[in-house]
């Protein structure tokens, strides 16, 4: 069963949320955006999951990097190659 799209939390006038669309735009990443301003069951999830209500965060199966600047999550994400590998990561 294919893994469903990696979901993005994050607050539209965020830079930093803005920084990371674009870079998933970029690699040609589908996702799951989720507004947490817009809905607060998203928000409660993202902070269920990550502890934090800073954006964005982000999910893919086991792999989450909460409250990153593009460069952080390009830091992590190389320390797990199969996820860059799934994903299409170009790094």
């Known amino acids: 069963m ?4 990696p979901i993005l939390y994050i607050k539209p006038e965020c830079p930093w949320c803005v920084k990371a ?5 970029e690699q ?5 955006v989720r507004d947490v301003i817009k809905s607060m069951h998203d928000m409660r999830q993202m902070v269920a999951l990550t502890g934090q209500a800073k954006c964005p965060s982000f999910r893919y199966g086991d792999f989450i990097v909460a409250d990153f600047a593009v460069e952080e999550f ?4 190389t320390k797990f190659p199969s996820v860059c590998k799934d994903l299409g990561l170009k790094l």
């Open 2 to 5: 294919p893994q469903p799209l």
């Open 21 to 25: 669309l674009a870079y998933f735009a």
């Open 28 to 32: 040609g990443i589908a996702l799951d």
């Open 74 to 77: 390009i830091a992590k994400a």
